[in-house]
T-cell receptor, first 114, second 113 residues
Framework: AQSVTQLDSHVSVSEGTPVLLRCNYS??????LFWYVQHPNKGLQLLLK??????LVKGINGFEAEFKKSETSFHLTKPSAHMSDAAEYFC????????????FGKGTKLSVIP | NAGVTQTPKFQVLKTGQSMTLQCAQD?????MSWYRQDPGMGLRLIHY???????DQGEVPNGYNVSRSTTEDFPLRLLSAAPSQTSVYFC????????????FGDGTRLSIL
């Protein structure tokens, strides 16, 4: 079984300040983990993925995430928020082991204040 | 560079009507899936397919049918629309293999009156 919990449904930051979006997961196997971003009225775009290689993963647009097995976390960070980062972000887990299904978190809406 | 294409982008139906949401991908991906997105619920899997001729149910399959006659196409059918099916529907595809990401279409926004 696998599950994802995004700890904040809404995060608000000022432009130029750091972003932290939190994600905890559970999985019976070594998981693959993803972060997706969804801008209004758009589909989901892959930001980054973790697949058992380096635990610090760099993605597009300056985002990165660190896989911490001991804490079962995969938090998304960015050093300096930009107005264009305002969107909804989804943490996703795939446990592999013959499963074809991904499990999505419920999303975190990021607001960026000018 | 089309990727995953969904049609229509918007649709309004009356209760009891039927319709088909179209999804096509040009990446030769084996795995395709349909999700619905509702506020505060994230994305929930409706049906998925691991190849032509093979489909299976996801988390919320009731009221929906799918078929996969070709690698490229994966239509979703609503047989008798209900207001509870008002949602945004996303089609996604990916190749098989560990850690392969899903590629999403832009969605179909469906309202059932």
């Amino acid at each position: 079984a696998q599950s994802v919990t995004q700890l904040d449904s809404h995060v608000s930051v000022s432009e130029g300040t750091p972003v932290l979006l939190r994600c905890n997961y559970s999985s019976s196997y070594s998981p693959s983990l993803f972060w997706y971003v969804q801008h209004p009225n758009k589909g989901l775009q892959l930001l980054l993925k973790y697949t058992s290689a380096a635990t610090l993963v760099k993605g597009i647009n300056g985002f990165e995430a660190e896989f911490k097995k001991s804490e079962t976390s995969f938090h998304l960070t960015k050093p300096s928020a930009h107005m264009s980062d305002a969107a909804e972000y989804f943490c996703v887990v795939w446990s592999g082991a013959g499963s074809y299904q991904l499990t999505f978190g419920k999303g975190t809406k990021l607001s960026v204040i000018p | 560079n089309a990727g995953v294409t969904q049609t229509p982008k918007f649709q309004v139906l009356k209760t009891g009507q039927s319709m088909t949401l179209q999804c096509a991908q040009d990446m030769n991906h084996e795995y395709m899936s349909w999700y619905r997105q509702d506020p505060g619920m994230g994305l929930r899997l409706i049906h998925y397919s691991v190849g032509a001729g093979i489909t299976d149910q996801g988390e919320v399959p009731n009221g929906y049918n799918v078929s996969r006659s070709t690698t490229e196409d994966f239509p979703l059918r609503l047989l008798s629309a209900a207001p509870s099916q008002t949602s945004v529907y996303f089609c996604a595809s990916r190749t098989t293999g560990e850690g392969q990401p899903q590629h999403f279409g832009d969605g179909t926004r469906l309202s059932i009156l």
